[in-house]
């Protein structure tokens, strides 16, 4: 099965058993990162610098990605079809995760549990429904990180956003992390894809982190 950057790093911060996410406030700046890298991928924005632009409308045929374009668009219109990716990820963050986890429930991937804490407050929790997604997910980032396979534009992909949100230990939890942060920094930086792509990971990675920044300092 094949599912998008956001959904990969979604399964990789979503405990197996209880469903919980881990690093909650970094994972989900890199899940709505992942959507838009995705769309970059899909050639329908583009990321020159700071700025994003619509660059085709037409559907993916993936209903996450296609609903995030449906926003996109009208968005970047107001701001006369030329807007700041920060603005956007700032935007975005606060439901690019609940709607990658409705395409996670969809896919049949995980399962929504809904519970209450102290009988009063809603509490959902997304246990994995098929353990063959996130298996095949962590083989590859293992063959790429740690046995130093050379990784396609996607898992490059991946490994870039997984890199530039500090999610090393979520992908790599047993692992020496000096290795990890080496091999993964590595690979953002690696020739793997042509240059207009390399490009737009760089200016993702930088407004990426632009806006993890301010959301740590905010909340200390």
Do not use: N
């Not at 989900?28 to 991928?41: N, Q």
């Not at 399962?111 to 083989?139: N, Q, S």
Request: aromatic fraction near 4%; hydrophobic fraction near 45%.
């Amino acid at each position: 099965m094949t599912i998008t950057l956001a959904e990969e790093i979604m399964l990789l911060s979503l405990d197996d058993e209880s469903g919980s996410a881990q690093q909650r406030q970094a994972a989900s700046w890199a899940v709505a990162g992942g959507i838009l890298l995705e769309l970059v991928l899909a050639g329908r924005v583009s990321v020159d610098g700071k700025f994003l632009e619509m660059t085709d409308t037409a559907p993916t045929g993936d209903p996450l990605l296609d609903s995030r374009t449906a926003l996109i668009e009208p968005w970047l219109l107001r701001g006369r079809g030329r807007r700041r990716v920060t603005a956007w990820l700032t935007k975005d963050q606060p439901k690019a995760v609940t709607a990658t986890l409705e395409s996670l429930c969809a896919r049949g991937v995980v399962v929504e549990e809904k519970h209450k804490a102290l009988g009063m407050f809603p509490i959902r929790r997304y246990p994995e429904a098929d353990g063959a997604v996130e298996r095949e997910l962590r083989d590859r980032l293992r063959a790429v990180v740690l046995d130093g396979a050379e990784p396609d534009v996607r898992t490059a992909s991946l490994i870039a956003l997984v890199h530039s949100a500090k999610l090393h230990r979520l992908a790599f939890p047993d692992s020496p992390r000096k290795q990890v942060v080496a091999r993964m920094e590595e690979v953002a930086a690696g020739q793997w894809a042509a240059e207009g792509i390399r490009t737009a990971i760089r200016d993702m990675q930088a407004a990426m982190l632009v806006v993890t920044v301010a959301a740590i300092t905010a909340c200390v």
